[in-house]
């Protein structure tokens, strides 16, 4: 990647991706680019150019892109799982439609894509422990059907037209830069926040509820690994399983007490979100990333709750 233009760049991951990725290729290099401009103060928007553009616009992406001489778009635009069962027609629309259009400017202007999969292209079929990288995908959320779709729409491309798409299975990603919109695994976001300012959570997913997550330095990692990545190497593309950790509402909190003793957890259930959680996988392998491009993540538990929690009193200020 030369010429990077990010979508969604205002988001959890494009927020602080856009950071990393200017320090890597220089900031005359990554334009971030978002729907509107939702905080003229984010990040991502203050440490070089930000443009509007709409991913539901093929028009615009091509214009974008074809000004920035861009080599690469990192599609990071997309409605997380609690919002797309809100609205699944908006979903279908931003996650499918998005995509479909990137992919369409890529195989024109010959780009690179990055497409976000997840742990919700799984679903209740599927083996729930160590799941496999190739395995059953028959998801019971919209946003799993987009991301299973989109996983397949990706490998299509790169098959029919040469288009060099790859991809990463998020698991929950915990960060403290921005916040997380609209997700499942928010809450291991939130517990951080409130830890630090009322020594108590309430949690909406149910103890003994195992979910893979990963520090967001890890992530941020493993996409510029990705798309660095030897071809040769790849025997898959889209996408590929990553995690750093599983746990559960009572593990996180134990970790957390290891800095905060006094601090309490209890819970108040969402129905919704738990729906879908109980759909996913309670850990993935990701021996394929580990063995075709390096994948090695360097935060566990108790690393990333270190961490967060500095991070985050600085926030405060407490
Ligand atoms: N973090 C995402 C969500 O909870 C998973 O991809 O929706």
């Not at 028009?59 to 778009?73: F, L, N, Q």
Request: glycine residues 6%.
């Amino acid at each position: 990647m030369k010429r990077i233009v990010v979508t969604g760049s205002l988001g959890q991951i494009g927020t602080e991706l856009v950071v990393y990725l200017r320090k890597i290729y220089g900031v005359d290099n990554v334009l971030a680019t978002g729907r509107r401009l939702k905080d003229p103060n984010n990040i991502a928007v203050t440490s070089g150019e930000f443009k509007i553009m709409n991913v539901g616009v093929p028009k615009d992406i091509g214009e974008v892109c074809a000004a920035y001489k861009a080599d690469a778009i990192i599609h990071l635009a997309g409605v997380l799982s609690a919002n797309a069962e809100k609205d699944p027609a908006l979903a279908w629309e931003t996650n499918m439609i998005g995509l479909y259009n990137v992919l369409e400017v890529a195989r024109e202007l010959r780009l690179a894509v990055f497409f976000p999969s997840s742990i919700a292209a799984f679903g209740p079929s599927t083996p729930a422990d160590n799941t496999p990288q190739d395995t059953l995908q028959r998801p019971t959320t919209m946003y799993g059907v987009t991301k299973v779709a989109g996983e397949l729409l990706s490998d299509y491309y790169a098959m029919r037209y040469e288009v060099d798409v790859r991809g990463l299975r998020f698991p929950g990603i915990i960060s403290y830069e921005a916040e997380p919109g609209g997700g499942t695994t928010d809450y291991a976001v939130h517990i951080y926040w409130e830890a630090i300012r009322k020594a108590a959570y309430t949690s909406y997913i149910a103890k003994g509820t195992l979910m893979d997550m990963m520090y967001m330095p890890d992530a941020l990692d493993a996409v510029t690994k990705l798309m660095e990545a030897d071809p040769a190497k790849l025997k898959h593309r889209n996408c590929f399983n990553i995690t750093a950790m599983s746990f559960d509402p009572e593990k996180l909190a134990d970790s957390i007490r290891k800095y905060i003793p006094d601090f309490v957890l209890d819970y108040d259930v969402d129905p919704i979100r738990q729906r879908i959680a109980n759909s996913w996988p309670n850990s993935l392998d990701d021996s394929c990333a580990r063995a075709e491009w390096g994948y090695s993540p360097k935060y566990d538990l108790d690393a990333m709750t270190r961490d967060m929690l500095e991070k985050i009193r600085v926030k405060l200020g407490k």
